[in-house]
């Protein structure tokens, strides 16, 4: 009898001793792995950027038997999987024949401990060794094969558009590794989750608290962000925000933002991408915004109310703040207050029951400048437009980008709901009054779109990691759209920052607010844009800039404004147009129609070849 069936022989054996014990396979992958490594040895003067081999084989049985590349390496009574195992190697070449497989003996082995997760690259070595000069078999391998069904790889193999320019390539060097997500967290894991992940990169990561749940849960969110700006944003840095798990029924979203907290922060410093990211934005990330309904698997709270119909719409917009907090669900008035205190660019609201992505408004027939000077009416008496933001075509871009960088949404074909390239308006797909997107919209100067991610709103466990294929990189591209934004400091004539000035963009009919650091963010179209900023009767001059079309690869316009000439607007009209001028002095030739003149506020005079007059009512 030959060794190899000796050898086979004995895998039966222990697979049956095993199952007499008691235990059995919790699920074996392939995750043997080869992996190219630079390794800064501080000892070494001669060789400073050593290049290492790293193979790794790991195999998981129910009841915490761990096996490493066919060594038995950890045996405990639980079958939590709390440790990641890293090795380091002398560097090694493996040479493959047409008749066999020789493997290089591993030279050491570290065992590191990690947190709640088991980190695998994703360079897969798919030929199989059946035996090695160093271990008696690859054990895990041959488990596997013969118990489990292949898992999806991590490459993307099937969906190439929108990805080329920001696959992951030239990074800072080739050690890419991926997380997988395997499980659902209840309360008390994703605390620990948190804890611990602030713990390992205490540089990069702040937990904090922005409320608690009727049953008194912590809500808790994370800050991702550059070592500089750990204790304070930067000026000028962008925010922005994703928040999951809104309805407790619907967890998709929860582990998504578990497995990207890890990927981030796991791959700073080591993919190039990610680390401009994290360098250039303040990520925030909120796991779950109802931490009752999840341990109760209910779509509302504990008190049984749907958070998402419970936030001020445009009958509130008159009111005094703290009025806004009356009589609203704990965990409604806890996200209200952290939206109306942070300058947030965007934000993601992320929901489970289909697959589309979803933009404002999800009310119809909104009148908002009725209540606020921050709108101005848009419709031009066309009803079906009210349904629409004065920033339809930016909203429907931030929609497309997540549809288009997510594995299938943009193909907008899916059991449960079909979407024409896997995006939506919110009112023209269902109508719904107290949502937080509109909120986001409505008060502040965020720009939040909502997604659904599954038709199932809790799939079994072993899907998540295909979600997390199906999402990973459009989470990651929707991040850059913050930093894309056109941006810039609001100053007055003395060169002191501005709060709360007002920033025009000409043809657009919503203005945004600067800081108490004067500063302002705008995500703008591609193409070419004007903008002032507006304090009283003052104004800034009017500034012409461009958006290019890969306006989030790279941090966008920067463009200050100082208030310091006095507010004069000036709008020539002819039979066919309409075009907007920004002045201080001089006016152009009125023409036949006459040129509005707005002195102030509220005055205007119309100067024509007949003389002067009050101002002409202007159509819409």
């Not at 994370?222 to 930067?234: D, N, V, Y």
């Not at 489970?352 to 101005?376: C, H, I, M």
């Not at 930016?394 to 899916?414: P, Q």
């Amino acid at each position: 009898m030959s060794l190899h069936c000796h050898i086979f022989t004995l895998i039966l054996l222990v697979l049956g001793l095993l199952q007499i014990k008691g235990f059995k396979l919790g699920k074996a992958t392939d995750t043997k792995f080869d992996t190219t490594t630079e390794v800064f040895d501080d000892d070494s003067t001669d060789n400073p950027n050593k290049v290492e081999a790293t193979t790794t084989s790991i195999v998981t049985f129910d009841g915490g038997i761990i096996f490493e590349n066919g060594v038995l390496k950890r045996y405990t009574t639980t079958s939590a999987t709390t440790e990641a195992i890293t090795e380091t190697t002398e560097t090694t070449e493996k040479t493959i024949e047409t008749t066999e497989t020789t493997a290089v003996e591993l030279a050491t082995t570290e065992m590191v401990k990690e947190f709640d997760s088991r980190i695998v690259n994703t360079d897969v070595d798919t030929s199989f060794v059946f035996g090695t000069t160093g271990d008696a078999i690859n054990f895990e391998k041959v488990v596997s094969q013969l118990t489990t069904e292949p898992i999806p790889t991590t490459e993307n193999t099937h969906h190439e558009h929108q990805h080329d320019k920001h696959e992951y390539a030239d990074h800072l060097n080739t050690s890419r590794t991926e997380v997988v997500v395997e499980h659902y967290h209840d309360h008390v894991h994703l605390v620990e989750f948190i804890n611990i992940l602030e713990k390992e990169f205490p540089k990069i990561v702040t937990k904090y608290k922005i409320g608690s749940s009727v049953e008194g849960r912590d809500i808790l969110a994370l800050k991702i962000t550059s070592e500089a700006g750990k204790k304070e944003r930067p000026l000028g840095i962008p925010m922005i925000k994703y928040v999951a798990n809104m309805h407790g029924d619907e967890s998709v979203g929860r582990e998504m933002l578990v497995g990207l907290a890890e990927h981030l922060v796991k791959n700073y410093g080591v993919m190039e991408r990610i680390t401009k990211l994290i360098n250039t934005t303040e990520i925030h990330l909120l796991p779950t915004m109802n931490p009752d309904g999840f341990e109760r698997v209910t779509r509302g709270n504990f008190n049984g109310v749907d958070l998402n119909r419970g936030f001020p719409g445009q009958e509130s917009l008159s009111i005094e703040r703290e009025e806004l907090f009356e009589d609203r669900e704990k965990e409604v008035v806890s996200v209200m207050k952290w939206i109306l205190d942070n300058p947030f660019v965007a934000s993601i609201n992320f929901h489970d029951g289909a697959v589309v992505a979803n933009y404002p408004y999800d009310e119809k027939s909104l009148q908002p400048w009725k209540k606020t000077s921050l709108f101005r009416d848009h419709h031009n008496t066309d009803i079906s437009k009210l349904k629409l933001t004065p920033d339809n075509e930016e909203f429907v871009r931030l929609a497309s980008l997540y549809s288009a960088n997510h594995r299938t949404m943009h193909n907008g074909n899916h059991s449960c709901e079909k979407f024409d390239r896997g995006i939506t308006n919110g009112a023209d797909w269902y109508e719904i009054k107290g949502g937080m997107q509109d909120f986001n919209y409505l008060y502040t100067n965020c720009m939040e779109i909502t997604l659904e991610l599954s038709c199932v709103k809790k799939p079994k466990a072993y899907m998540l990691q295909a979600e997390w294929e199906n999402n990973r990189e459009a989470l990651v591209a929707y991040l850059e759209t913050a930093r894309g934004a056109v941006h810039g400091i609001v100053t007055d004539q003395e060169g002191n920052t501005v709060d709360k000035a007002r920033i025009e963009v000409i043809g657009r009919a919503k203005d945004v607010l600067t800081t108490e650091r004067g500063e302002y963010w705008r995500v703008l179209a591609p193409g070419k844009h004007k903008v002032r900023a507006v304090l009283g009767d003052l104004q800034s001059d009017e500034v012409e800039l461009e958006i290019n079309d890969d306006w989030t690869s790279e941090v966008g316009p920067k463009v200050d404004l100082q208030i310091k000439i006095p507010l004069a607007r000036i709008v020539t009209t002819t039979t066919t147009t309409t075009t907007t001028i920004t002045t201080t002095t001089t006016t152009e030739d009125p023409g036949p129609e006459g040129t509005n003149l707005y002195i102030l506020p509220g005055v205007c005079l119309n100067l024509s070849l007949v003389g002067i007059r009050g101002c002409k009512e202007r159509g819409g």
